[in-house]
């Protein structure tokens, strides 16, 4: 179930089945993917000892289909499989944390592990992949990734590269040597920046990272994070006239939690209090 949650796509081949005991059905049920497939199943004793191998063979293939069917009738749902994986990682945190805005919170998000988990970067990376395809459809051309340094820049890459979109980045301060750019990498004047960041939770850092994408001559409409704090930040990006897409909001990552034992109840009534600024 973990090898799944961290590939979502991969293909995974399950030897146990049969003469060494494992439960087909159970490790079926975790394995398969959302269509139905992503295992390959290896049963060879089981098959070509058994007093009718053909039988066996036959009662094997009847097992997977009927375990295919249930795992279809179930959608597997990507983001809490998101979710549990950044928590396995250590990436969501529970204290008492001073938060970049000043804020104090009790709880705390590290994406900046990604780039030491290349498992869960990509998984996160397919994630934005299917938020950017359904904002932008086939109209790809011109738009360039802004990553915000420095949370940004492992996640923009692998999203660089799952998407094909060229990546360029904001500099905290422009270079005070050879060209002197404000902005790294290849654009022209005209093109759109999507900017991506790993989470948001007031809009400051993003207004001040957007500003000089916009002096350069980009068009910035829209924002995507891997997850919203839900602490206004959607709200203050509206209010300059930008678009926030989250994939993950942190209440429904501590109801996801809660629901997997992560957490307990108590955590998620102080966490959702303090989000609710109550």
């Not at 799944?4 to 081949?13: D, E, K, N, T």
């Not at 005209?190 to 000089?212: M, Q």
């Not at 980009?218 to 602490?231: A, G, N």
Request: negative net charge; aromatic residues 4%.
């Amino acid at each position: 179930a973990r090898v799944r949650a961290l590939a979502p796509q991969a293909w995974i081949l399950l030897p146990g089945i049969g003469a060494q005991g494992g439960d087909a059905q159970a490790a079926l049920s975790a394995g398969l993917r959302q269509d139905g497939l992503g295992v390959v199943v290896n049963s060879s004793r089981g098959i070509i000892y058994a007093p009718d191998p053909r039988q066996a063979a036959l009662d094997r293939r009847q097992q997977i289909n009927e375990a295919r069917a249930e795992v279809q009738a179930v959608p597997f749902d990507a983001r809490a499989a998101l979710t549990l994986a950044l928590a396995d990682l250590g990436a969501v945190k529970f204290g008492d944390f001073t938060l970049a805005s000043g804020q104090q919170s009790p709880s705390y998000v590290d994406l900046r592990l990604l780039a030491s988990h290349p498992a869960v970067l990509r998984q996160a990376a397919l994630a934005y992949t299917e938020l950017l395809q359904s904002k932008l459809g086939e109209q790809a051309s011109g738009v360039r990734l802004a990553a915000i340094p420095y949370a940004a820049m492992a996640i923009g890459t692998a999203v660089s590269l799952e998407t094909g979109l060229p990546m360029i980045y904001p500099r905290k301060e422009a270079k005070a040597y050879g060209t002197a750019r404000q902005i790294e990498g290849e654009f022209q004047p005209g093109d759109t920046a999507i900017v991506l960041d790993d989470l948001i939770t007031t809009g400051g850092s993003k207004l001040a990272a957007i500003a000089p994408l916009e002096a350069a001559g980009l068009e910035v409409q829209d924002v995507l994070v891997l997850i919203d704090r839900e602490h206004g930040g959607g709200e203050d990006l509206a209010r300059a006239g930008y678009r926030l897409h989250a994939v993950l909001r942190l209440g429904e990552m501590l109801d996801t939690l809660v629901e997997a034992g992560r957490i307990t109840a108590g955590r998620h009534s102080e966490v959702s209090s303090f989000l609710r600024g109550t």
